[in-house]
Nanobody
Framework: HVKLVESGGGVVQAGDSLRLSCSAS????????IGWFRQAPGKERVFVAA????????YYEDFVKGRFTLSRDNIKNTVYLEMNSLNPDDTATYFC????????????????WGQGTQVTVSS
């Protein structure tokens, strides 16, 4: 499966914005739905949002709807998660994951995962 690498995490203040990236080194990236998850300290990993292989279909959990936006550039083999109006509850390690493009959307499982990028939001 394609190898995914996240980047763009950092330390920001409440109300700030960040853009995370999920990139792959091969054109096979276009064969995957990409999902984003996050895991806060001491908590389970939870689903955040997903984007289909064309980028025309997206899905967001209620707790990020209206604040986070997904997009993808299949020429650059990258999916972007634009995060606005961040608050301390958004502090977590963010992971991207891939599932074959012909799977139901949004997927319930993912076959490949990145290593994560840390986002810390201070109050």
């Amino acid at each position: 499966h394609v190898k995914l690498v996240e980047s763009g995490g950092g330390v920001v203040q409440a109300g700030d914005s960040l853009r995370l990236s999920c990139s792959a080194s091969t054109r096979a990236f276009t064969d995957y739905i990409i999902g984003w998850f996050r895991q806060a300290p001491g908590k389970e990993r939870v689903f955040v949002a997903a984007i289909n292989w064309t980028g025309r279909k997206t899905y967001y959990e209620d707790f990020v709807k209206g604040r986070f936006t997904l997009s993808r550039d299949n020429i650059k083999n990258t999916v972007y998660l634009e995060m606005n109006s961040l608050n301390p509850d958004d502090t977590a390690t963010y992971f991207c994951a891939g599932e074959p493009a012909d799977s139901p959307f949004p997927p319930s499982t993912y076959v490949t995962w990145g290593q994560g990028t840390q986002v810390t939001v201070s109050s």
